[in-house]
């Protein structure tokens, strides 16, 4: 079974066919779970968090808020077991959390078989912020606990065990307790792109006092391939790589792309604002901008549209699309 991408240039079908392959059937290790986070580790594995369908509530909860605007939790209702697994193809047991208690949580593979589970949301309170990101060995224990802050959208460990994390608004500019609309501390996501160490301690911000390039409002889209990292950010949606500490920009006028993929000096944007969620704009880097080559669309097998909720990875020159059951993969260096 295939991904079927279409291609399109200057709006019209160019009659050549990719084919997205899948990887694997996602199957929980225990029988009924259901799915709450998949990731891509640095291997290019996929790393899957599950828990029993009866605690999923307990830690993927929703709040309402002031205006009836409805938010995540930021602290589970009660601590549930879960069950972290690897798929390459085949699903393999790696770890049994006895009790989790980050809310709204996704797993990340660190090296020597870690497990770095990270809630997307965290509240500061007088009394101290939540701890959303807890670090485990294979056997369940607790190695570290730290707080990465509020509105997490991207979490990607690197080979070397360094954390690049992805903020969205909220985490930005501040929200539950956070920032001066709430009289509370700056953000820990104020930069929008924060690097923390292997134990879990804040080591590196995107720079952008003096700058020659805008700061971020909200990552949209983060590839860490090897120790860099590339993005792109609203709100002019510039391309942006960290390498060895340096910030290389490029202007950039694909809006909204919410993954990439990287090889060489070719960069894949994917996903946009609706009716653009299946798009896939394959470009080159020239003379600080990005200059487009191609527009592509992707859709299943037989030309269904891509199903709501679906997640798109990017990690080196590979996407990663994941659904409820299936994981998938295309590698931009074919399309070149």
Known sequence: MMIVVNWWRKGKKSGKTLKFVRRARLVPAVPGDALLSASVDFDGE?????????????????????????????????????????????????????????????????????????GARAEWRPEGADRNAVLYEPDG???????????????????????????????????????????????????????????????WWFPYEGETWDSIDDCYALNVDEETAWLCYYGEFPLARVENGVVTVWDNEISGARA?????????????????????????????????????????????PLPQGYRMIGRGPVLHLVTDDAWYRLNITHLL
Not at 48 to 64: E, M, P, Q, S
Request: glycine share 14%.
């Open 46 to 118: 996929l790393i899957a968090l599950w828990a029993a369908k009866a605690d999923v509530d307990a830690v993927a909860g929703r709040v309402t808020g002031p205006g009836g605007a409805i938010f995540p939790t930021t602290r589970p209702s009660r601590p549930v077991p879960a069950r972290v697994t690897r798929h390459a193809p085949d699903t393999r047991l790696v770890a049994e959390i006895a009790e989790l208690a980050v809310a709204n949580p996704s797993a990340h593979a660190m090296p020597g078989g870690r497990i770095l589970i990270v």
């Open 141 to 203: 224990t607790i190695v570290a606990r730290s707080t990465f802050g509020d509105g997490i959208e991207h979490v990607m460990p690197s080979r070397a065990g360094n954390i690049w994390v992805g903020y969205f608004d909220e985490g930005v500019m501040g929200n539950f307790g956070w920032g001066t609309i709430d009289d509370g501390p700056t953000p820990l996501g104020d930069a929008g792109l924060v690097r923390y160490a292997p134990d879990l301690s804040p080591d």
């Open 260 to 304: 990439l993929a990287v090889s060489g000096g070719h960069v894949a944007f994917c996903g946009g604002y609706s009716p653009e969620r299946d798009r896939l704009v394959m470009t080159r880097l020239e003379d600080g901008r990005v200059r487009i080559i191609d527009e592509h669309r992707i859709a299943l097998p037989g030309g269904k």
